[in-house]
């Protein structure tokens, strides 16, 4: 594992949780590898290990077995060279809400030795760049959740790290305040040369933001590539059939199961899926027997395979599903 031109690098990574009968295998062997100057996202639902894998990286827990580099360094050996080449802006708000956003980034910048001046000059040089100058003098703790978060980011780019990770950067947010920070995070491996890892539940993000990804699920990757690649790995169309309830669903599920074009369904809820090689093509076959098995439809659509389709594939449940199972688990077990 000596690749150069990789900006980081995960071999193998597992981690297990807890003892005994209450074990949870977190990572089951997570590997990986990013180019520099990229956005990288890994993508999965609550629970898939997401966090442990960027805590790994960023030095703040150590795996039991597999490697990892961060910028050429190892982790395990040399992890104080390590935190001086990256910000890790973790899930949690890091910053001080009674401080000012002025006081919040000089502080930090001072704690990874910055002088007062250098610190002041980049906290000012930050503040412009993410449109927070005019709030600079007021407590961080009455800034909106948007701005708050780009403190966050802010104080993880202080020290100007190489590769900068971001868990779950836009968790919570409006989808204005989402879309900002997509700008801003893209501005920062476009203009500066950085490499971003981010992790995060939203296919969406994943799908705009990320130029390659790994699906992670349940401690492993299950997909890797270019959101554009990963959906074009899957040939054929996606139809999607809106229905009254979960009894014509399953009716309908019966009917398409009987169809030679179909060569997968699944249903969600009221929601049916099917896949198949056209799907301007298979439509009338698949109306005439819905029609057959007295099925009312309240919506079609045939769509390219989304990222939810990727997931689909090599999960083996849809997305939203995962993420609603997991986090019953995560509360349970809280
Ligand atoms: P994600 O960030 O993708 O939501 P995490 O990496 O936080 O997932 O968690 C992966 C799994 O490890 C989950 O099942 C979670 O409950 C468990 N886990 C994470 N941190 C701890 C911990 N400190 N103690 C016990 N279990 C943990
Ligand atoms: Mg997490």
Same mark, same amino acid.
């Given at each position: 594992?000596?690749?150069?031109?990789?900006?980081?690098?995960?071999?193998?990574?597992?981690?297990?949780?807890?003892?005994?009968?209450?074990?949870?295998?977190?990572?089951?062997?997570?590997?990986?590898?990013?180019?520099?100057?990229?956005?990288?996202?890994?993508?999965?639902?609550?629970?898939?290990?997401?966090?442990?894998?960027?805590?790994?990286?960023?030095?703040?827990?150590?795996?039991?077995?597999?490697?990892?580099?961060?910028?050429?360094?190892?982790?395990?050996?040399?992890?104080?060279?390590?935190?001086?080449?990256?910000?890790?802006?973790?899930?949690?708000? *890091?910053? @001080?809400? +009674?401080?000012? !956003? #002025?006081?919040?980034?000089?502080?930090?910048? $001072?704690? /990874?030795? &910055?002088?007062?001046?250098?610190?002041?000059?980049?906290?000012?040089?930050?503040?412009?760049?993410?449109?927070?100058?005019?709030?600079?003098?007021?407590?961080?703790?009455?800034?909106?959740?948007?701005?708050?978060?780009?403190?966050?980011?802010?104080?993880?780019?202080?020290?100007?790290?190489?590769?900068?990770?971001?868990?779950?950067?836009?968790?919570?947010?409006?989808?204005?305040?989402?879309?900002?920070?997509?700008?801003?995070?893209?501005?920062?491996?476009?203009?500066?040369?950085?490499?971003?890892?981010?992790?995060?539940?939203?296919?969406?993000?994943?799908?705009?933001?990320?130029?390659?990804?790994?699906?992670?699920?349940?401690?492993?990757?299950?997909?890797?590539?270019?959101?554009?690649?990963?959906?074009?790995?899957? *040939?054929? @169309?996606? +139809?999607?059939? !809106? #229905?009254?309830?979960?009894?014509?669903?399953? $009716?309908? /599920?019966? &009917?398409?199961?009987?169809?030679?074009?179909?060569?997968?369904?699944?249903?969600?809820?009221?929601?049916?899926?099917?896949?198949?090689?056209?799907?301007?093509?298979?439509?009338?076959?698949?109306?005439?027997?819905?029609?057959?098995?007295?099925?009312?439809?309240?919506?079609?659509?045939?769509?390219?395979?989304?990222?939810?389709?990727?997931?689909?594939?090599?999960?083996?449940?849809?997305?939203?599903?995962?993420?609603?199972?997991?986090?019953?688990?995560?509360?349970?077990?809280?």
């Amino acid at each position: 594992m000596s690749a150069p031109d990789r900006a980081i690098e995960a071999v193998d990574l597992v981690k297990t949780y807890g003892r005994a009968a209450r074990k949870v295998r977190a990572l089951d062997g997570v590997t990986f590898s990013v180019r520099p100057g990229i956005v990288f996202a890994l993508l999965g639902p609550n629970g898939a290990g997401k966090s442990t894998t960027v805590r790994i990286l960023a030095t703040l827990s150590s795996p039991e077995a597999g490697q990892a580099r961060v910028a050429g360094v190892d982790v395990r050996r040399d992890p104080a060279r390590v935190r001086r080449l990256i910000g890790y802006v973790s899930q949690k708000p *890091a910053f @001080d809400p +009674v401080g000012t !956003g #002025l006081e919040n980034l000089v502080l930090h910048g $001072r704690l /990874h030795g &910055a002088s007062a001046a250098t610190a002041r000059r980049r906290a000012g040089e930050l503040l412009d760049r993410f449109d927070l100058a005019p709030a600079a003098r007021r407590p961080a703790g009455t800034w909106s959740g948007g701005m708050q978060r780009k403190l966050d980011i802010a104080m993880g780019l202080m020290h100007r790290p190489r590769v900068l990770f971001l868990d779950e950067p836009t968790t919570g947010l409006d989808p204005e305040a989402r879309r900002e920070l997509w700008t801003q995070i893209s501005g920062l491996t476009r203009q500066d040369g950085l490499t971003v890892l981010l992790t995060t539940h939203y296919l969406e993000e994943a799908d705009q933001l990320a130029a390659e990804l790994v699906i992670v699920d349940a401690g492993r990757v299950v997909a890797a590539g270019s959101p554009d690649q990963l959906k074009n790995d899957l *040939a054929g @169309d996606t +139809v999607r059939l !809106g #229905l009254a309830d979960r009894t014509q669903a399953a $009716r309908a /599920h019966r &009917a398409m199961g009987g169809l030679p074009a179909v060569t997968e369904v699944d249903t969600d809820g009221a929601v049916l899926r099917a896949r198949v090689a056209d799907g301007a093509a298979a439509l009338p076959a698949m109306l005439a027997a819905l029609h057959t098995a007295a099925v009312e439809l309240t919506a079609v659509s045939v769509a390219r395979p989304s990222l939810d389709d990727v997931y689909l594939r090599h999960a083996g449940r849809s997305f939203a599903d995962a993420d609603r199972t997991s986090a019953v688990r995560e509360e349970v077990r809280s």
